[in-house]
Structure formats: C-alpha cells, structure tokens
C-alpha cells in the first residue's frame, strides 16, 4: 500500500468569508419592519385582438418580488409600498409579454398573441426579471408550458430544443452534461471533479450531474446560459448553467392534473394545486409519475429493460406578509427504480494485441453466440442485473428583504443522493465481470446571500457570498468481481496457469472512496448605463476551495492460493491501492461585458471572461505502470478558461426576432475522463490536457407570421480540438500498443460540429370546444445533429452517426378547462445511438446507449 501525503497549493484565504456575517447585519440593519403602503390600483388584461379577458395572466412589479395574477375576468388588484408611476411585467401563455408603465387606476393592459417558442422573453438570470432581447447574455429560454406540451419532461428531452446542449447518460451516475462541449468530463463518471455546467432549481445549486436525470416537476421556466458563469450565480462554472424555476404557490386558488398514456406502457401523471392558507400564506404541492415499459429484451431473463420507474413531490410554503418580504420554504423528494439504463453490443475493434487477445477470439474460445450483432435488434443477454436506483431530495429557504434601492436574497438548501446500482460492463452474456457496482451516498450544503438593485439611475449591482459543502461516501463500498470467463478476457500469455479452475471466478476489490469538499465565494457584478445606449458590465469572483480524498481498495476472494505465480496473475487484474490527498487551493476571476443598443431594434454586446474548475481529485482509483499505482494522477490540475464572445439580438420588425453569438474558448489543464485497458480502474480515471479550443457560431431566431402561426429554430456550429493532449491513454483499436498517445489536433468528444433545432406551430382563432374557450393547435419541432466522437481519445469505430428526429402534436388547448393532445416523438422510427462505450478491460468490442424508436400517445391536461 502507498501514501501520498498532504498537498497544498497556496494559502487559503478563507478570512474573506467573514464577510457573509457583515454584509447580513448591515442590510438586517436598514430593513423596515412595517412597510408603508401608498398606492392600490388595478385594471384588467384583454386579448389584443378580441378583446376578450385573460384569466391567469401573471403580473410582477418590476424590482421587487411581488407577484399576482389575473381572474376569471382578467382583472387583477396591487397593494402595494411604491407610489405610482410603477413599472410592470406582464406575461402569460401564448402572448408575448410587456413592460407597462401604471401612471394611474385602473388600467387595461392589451397583450399580442405569438406562440409557443424558445423565445419566452422575461428571464431571471441577471437576478432580475427583464426582457429576454436586453440582456448582454447568449441564454435561450424553454417555457414551462413548451416543455410539457412538447414532451420534454427532463433534461435528456430539453436538449433536443436547445443544439448547444449536450448530454449523456449509460446511467444516471455517468452522466455528462455539457454546453458547447464543455461542462461535465465525457464518459464514466468520477465523482473528484465539479460540473463544469451548473444545476439550478429556484436558485439551489445541485452538486451531482445525476439530478439532470429526473423528471422536471411542476416547472415555469428553463434559462439555459451559454458561456463561463460566476459573477451573478453561487457556484463558478466554466460552461454555462442551467436555471430551472418552479411554479410558486400562489394567494388565488388554482390547479393542474395531466395524464398521458403511450405506446410501450408509458404512463405519466402530474398533478399541482395551489393556493391561499392564510391572508399572507400560500402553499404549493405538486406530484410527477412516470412509467414506461422497456425497450431491450433480455433474452437470458426473458424480460424487457430500460424502462422507466419515476416518481416526484414536491411541497412549497410562501410566508409573504408585505411588498417587502417573502420567505419560501421548499422540500422535494424524488424516487427512480428502473430496471434500466442496459447497453447493446454495438461492434468490435481490432486491437493492437495478439490474435487470441483478440474478442472474437476469445468468444470462439469460451464457444459463446452473441444473441445479436445488430444492436438495433434490441436484444441482449446480459447474465447481471441492470439497476439504477437513486433516491435524490431535499429542503431549502429562500428569504427575499427589499433593502433600500434592490432585494437581499438569502437561499440556504440542504441535498442528498442516495445511488445504488448494477450493470454488467462486459455488454455479454459471459460472466467477464460478474459485478460492477458503486453504491454511494453524497450530501450537500449551501448557503448563499445575495443583493441585487439599482445604486442609481445609471447604476446597478448584483453583490453575494455563496458557502458549499459535500460529502460523498461509498454506500458500504463499490464493487468490481470477475466472472467464471475473466480469465480469457485478462489472459497476456500462453501460459497454462490462466486456465487454473477457479483462479479468478469471486475474485475482485472493494474500493473505499471518501471525498469531502467545501468552496466559498465572492462575487459580484455592475452594470453601468454611461449613455442611454452604452453600457459597461464588469464582474468579479474570488474562489476559495478546500478538497481531501480517502481511498482504499481491497482484493478478495478467487483461488485461495500461495504459488507465487498464481498470485502474480490475479495482480495483473486487481491490486490493492490506497492513497490520500488534500488541496486547498484560491482563484480570481472575472469578466467584462460592453454592450451597446444600436437602435431600438438592435442590441449588441462583447464579452471577454475568465473562468475555472476547481482542482480534481481521483476518486476510482489509480491506474497502474510497472505494478505501481500512478500517484502523480491522484490530483489533477483546476481548468484554466479564456473566454470571448460577441453577440447581436435583434428585433426588425414586431414579429421577428434575431439572434447571432460568435465565441472562442480555450481551456487550459482541461480535466478529461479517460478510460484504459486496466481493469482496476474500469469507471475510467482523470487526467489533464494541457489545452483544448472550442469556438463556434450560434443562431437563433423566430418569426411570427400572424397572430396565429410562426416558426422558430436554432443552429450551432462547433468545432472543439484538443490543442495539446500529448499523454492521453490510446483509442480502443490501439490497446496493445503504447501506454499513451499523443493526440493533439483530435476532436474532442460529444461535439457534432452542425446541430440544430426547429420547429413551427399554428392555432386557430379562439374557438369552442368540449363547452369551454381555447385553440386548436398544430406543432412539428425537430432535431438534427452531425456525427461526434464517442471516446475521450478519438477513435475510428467509436464515432456516432449523424441523425435527425421529428416530432409533432396536435389538439385543443385551453388557459383553463381541459386540453387534449396527440403526440409522437422520432415519427420517422430512426435507429441512432446516443452514445458508444468500449467494454471494460479494452478487448475490442463496444457497446452502445440506443435512442428510442417511435413513441406516440395522448395527453389530457385540466388547469382551473
């Protein structure tokens, strides 16, 4: 066994956190107890065309947190501390919102139809509710009502409508979410290293990429920020963000309950209520189910997997006892039990070793059929359980003050993971490795507080301190066994002894990993108007990050035996390794936006950022060179990011509107997941490319041709490399050669280099139906991506063909009563992978994640 001691890069400067107890005492201070209430006003809000009223319109006073919304007759009433004139933001459903100035009472607001498109234009990113088309940000925003209309109840579903997404998933522990390539590492998850794409629900940062697996409950809206990220949210991220807000309980009565059913079983219900428990209290509880059948047939159970098994709750209380205050208080709970997430023999690979090391030699060998060599045939006959439960929750307070001139902001949240699962990473029926597991527990905390407001007409700011800290344990221990045909898989030589019985059947390690982390921060941002139509946007973070990793790993089991050659061969498999590191480490970056507003129609902006992700630690083991475990690898160096973009918004005419971003990123010491030949370390481990480049185009624009059909779309075009790489472990068709390779100037994994979204919808004039008022609607969006590669070092069979997928709906949709849809998803039935993953141990075959063929169904919404 080895140690490697203590590290320390730099002095922490972790005093600069005694500020979070200032800052809160000095704005408790200038807080009023009672606020003074000078002005009640109402009106109502008309359908623009019609002139008939909008129930459930929702209403904000822009700067403070004051929401309401409209009746059955669309009128709505404001009591509130501002005197008039005030400002408000008026959205709903369907309509394109509006800023309206209220001078006097009561007033009627008149909103324009558009519809449903990733153009929602009011977004909360910059900590402030504001047009979509002002903000100096590339960040595309998903509607609520578009997610669940569309069928993209999660993640996975949502990177269909936004091409600089990527994600992938071979389970929910390894999966990867990234943006413009870069975020999360490519491939089988260690848990040492931080999103590089940030999490967020109603301002809660989730540490684990796991969550983006779970189905979206009861949501408002989806911001998705292109670009590094730190200077406005708690958590520094070198790619971007997502920020998912819920649906806030509300003072007038309401509720939603929806059911689809499908094709293959599927089966999904929601269902929200929401509504007044006091004069200053309101509450929200919300509910998702989700079931489908599976899509392989396992032909050794008899049995179809890779179905889904989700359920979610979610309860919400909001304590708002003026215009100056509201406290939320949230807990959700979220339960997976699929029998899911199987992989399929996708092809081999020629190796670099000799014949009999080669797989289909081996097969031969162990007189073994594949049950299928078309993995479209969805057919497996894998001989371990596929598993992947995970229990994810937990509570969080958000507190808003208004302090003066902006809104203080306190979010404190408490998270855990629970994960336990099962795969079978030789893809065969053969029992190579009979178990591959890695139950672990993870918990968080986070604390962060936040002011954002004006300082004077031509100045804003958003200031904040943001506290993190996780735990992550194995859950007793993660486990790697051989099977009875290990022996064959492993074999380097003709030597007799590896046909000894039962030298490496029940032979494997039980792994130990700890990792405790804690990260502070400060951080803020300006935004200076030093003309009407110029303004300058500086922001600041100082980081501060503490990182420590306990691991151990124990052989056990197989051939009890003392022949030294018998035991030198089970080393050759597994070893013992045990090892601790502990880093602390400090970081300043920044970022500097100009943006200029051409005209009224045209808005501009340049941005220059720096960015980080913080230090890594191993924490699946360490590879192996000459019998030794690679020490050097147990901490890897934080990412380094240079980042500029320029961008343009416009809006020519009323119903057309424009976006076009230009940007470069490189990434020094970028922390890459790479997978070797050494079974020890089967989940992959990391290791540093000295630098990487993406850069790209994007744009995106929507036209509404009349009040009743329009079309939208997004296109990127990305080219990602590795600049410099010169000590990546080989591709899989080069195991057998040299130990690394020198693959600088290859592309880096999960980047197509064109991707694309589209799409279009029409409605009929307010019509009715099932004796109630509402539309019919017509929607087809698509998606369509050009070939990626699949491995950290490219690889000439481990490329993933291009694709296109079409989806459509149709129905009749009501604000309230019932809406009914028909749906489909992939109506062409294109077979495509998702992803494609070498087998464990490098012996030249390949599995791979399939996408889902053609799915329809139908589904019945009732709002009241």
Excluded at 49 to 74: C, F, I, P, W, Y
Excluded at 243 to 256: I, L
Excluded at 350 to 358: K, L, M, N, V
């Amino acid at each position: 066994m080895l140690k490697l001691l203590r590290i320390r890069r730099r002095v922490p400067c972790v005093y600069v956190f005694i500020a979070l107890g200032l800052v809160w005492g000095k704005f408790a201070d200038a807080q009023e107890t009672k606020p003074l209430i000078n002005a009640t006003f109402e009106g109502v809000v008309l359908d623009a065309a019609n002139g008939e009223s909008l129930t459930g319109a929702t209403l904000q006073l822009a700067g403070v947190t004051h929401v309401t919304k409209t009746d059955r007759r669309g009128h709505f009433q404001f009591v509130t501390g501002q005197k008039l004139p005030v400002t408000l933001i008026v959205s709903y459903i369907g309509y394109v919102t509006k800023e309206v100035v209220v001078t006097e009472t009561p007033v009627t607001i008149e909103l324009e139809r558009s519809a449903a498109n990733l153009g929602e234009v009011v977004v909360t990113s910059r900590r402030r509710r504001e047009l979509l088309q002002e903000v100096p940000i590339p960040v595309s925003v998903v509607s609520g009502a578009l997610a669940e209309e569309s069928g993209a109840f999660n993640v996975n579903r949502l990177k269909e409508m936004v091409p600089t997404v990527q994600l992938y998933s071979s389970n929910p522990r390894n999966t990867g979410l990234s943006i413009r390539g870069l975020g999360t590492t490519f491939g089988l998850t260690n848990d040492g290293i931080d999103p590089g794409v940030g999490f967020y629900v109603d301002g809660v940062y989730y540490a684990r990429t796991a969550a983006t697996t779970l189905d979206f409950i009861d949501v408002e809206q989806i911001e998705v920020l292109r670009g590094p990220q730190g200077t406005l949210f708690g958590k520094n991220t070198v790619a971007g963000a997502f920020n998912v807000t819920t649906r806030k309980p509300t003072f007038t009565p309401e509720g939603r309950a929806e059911l689809s059913y499908g094709n293959y079983g599927f089966i999904q219900a929601k269902a929200s209520i929401s509504g007044p428990l006091g004069e200053h209290w309101a509450a929200r509880v919300s509910f998702s189910g989700t079931q489908r059948d599976g899509l392989i047939y396992n032909v050794a159970t008899q049995k179809r997997v890779n179905d889904l098994n989700n359920l979610g709750f979610r309860g919400q209380l909001l304590y708002e006892p003026s215009d100056n205050l509201q406290i939320l208080l949230a807990g959700d709970l979220t339960r997976q039990r699929p029998d899911g997430y199987a992989q399929v023999f996708a092809g081999v690979a020629p190796t670099q070793r000799a014949e009999y090391r080669q797989f289909e030699q081996i097969i031969a060998d162990l007189h073994y059929e594949l049950p299928s060599r078309n993995p479209f045939d969805r057919i497996i006959d894998h001989d371990t359980p596929w598993r992947s439960g995970q229990d994810l929750g937990g509570v969080s307070a958000n507190v808003d003050v208004k302090v003066g001139p902006g809104t203080l902001t306190s979010t404190t949240a408490w998270r855990f993971w629970n994960w336990n699962p099962s795969n079978d990473r030789d893809f065969t029926g053969l029992q190579g490795l009979a178990l591959s597991q890695a139950p672990s527990r993870h918990d968080q905390w986070s604390q962060e507080v936040r002011w954002a407001g004006n300082l004077s007409t031509s100045l804003s700011a958003v200031v904040g301190v943001f506290a993190f800290g996780q735990q992550l344990n194995a859950d007793p221990a993660h486990t790697e066994e051989s099977g009875r045909d290990q022996w064959r898989f492993a074999q380097n030589s003709q030597s007799e002894l590896w046909q000894t019985p039962g030298l490496f059947e029940g032979y494997g390690i039980k792994s130990y990993p700890s990792m405790k982390t804690f990260s502070g921060a400060i951080f803020a941002q300006v935004d200076w108007a030093i003309t009407p139509r110029l303004r300058l946007l500086p922001g600041i973070r100082l980081n501060y990050d503490d990182k420590s990793v306990n691991f151990r790993r124990e052989t056990y089991g197989g051939l009890p035996t003392d022949d030294p050659d018998l035991l030198a061969l089970k080393n050759t498999v597994y070893s013992d390794q045990a090892f601790e590191a502990n880093i602390d480490d400090t970081n300043l970056s920044g970022q500097l936006t100009l943006a200029f507003k051409a005209s009224d129609k045209i808005n501009t902006f340049a941005t220059f950022s720096t960015g980080f992700k913080p230090v890594g630690l191993n924490l699946g083991g360490l590879p192996n060179a000459n019998g030794q475990p690679m020490l050097e690898l147990a901490v890897i160096q934080p990412e380094s990011v240079r980042h500029y973009e320029v961008g343009v918004k416009a809006q020519p005419t009323r119903n057309i509107s424009l976006g076009l971003t230009v940007y470069n990123t490189d990434v020094s010491d970028y922390q890459a997941q790479v997978q070797a030949a050494d079974l020890s370390v089967n989940r992959g481990y990391l290791a540093n490319a000295e630098k990487v480049r993406v850069r790209g185009v994007e744009f995106d624009g929507t036209v509404r041709f009349n009040s009743f059909f329009s079309l939208y779309g997004s296109l990127a075009y990305t080219d990602g490399n590795y600049v410099r790489f010169t000590n990546a472990p080989p591709p899989l068709e080069e195991t057998g050669g040299p130990t690394f390779k020198d693959v600088s100037g290859g592309q880096l994994p999960g980047i197509s280099e064109w991707a694309a979204s589209f799409g279009g919808e029409s409605a009929t004039r307010t019509t009715s139906f099932l004796g109630q008022e509402g539309e019919f609607v017509f929607a087809v969006d698509g998606f369509s991506r050009s070939s990626f590669s699949s491995n950290p070092s490219p690889s000439a069979y481990l490329i993933v063909e291009g694709y296109t997928l079409l989806n459509g709906r149709a129905g009749f949709r009501a604000a309230e009563g019932v809406s009914l849809y028909l749906w489909v998803r992939n109506a062409f039935d294109k077979d495509y992978f998702e992803q494609l993953l070498p087998g464990a141990g490098n012996a030249g075959h390949y599995a791979g994640v399939l996408g889902d063929q053609r799915t329809y169904g139908v589904t019945l919404r009732y709002i009241f």
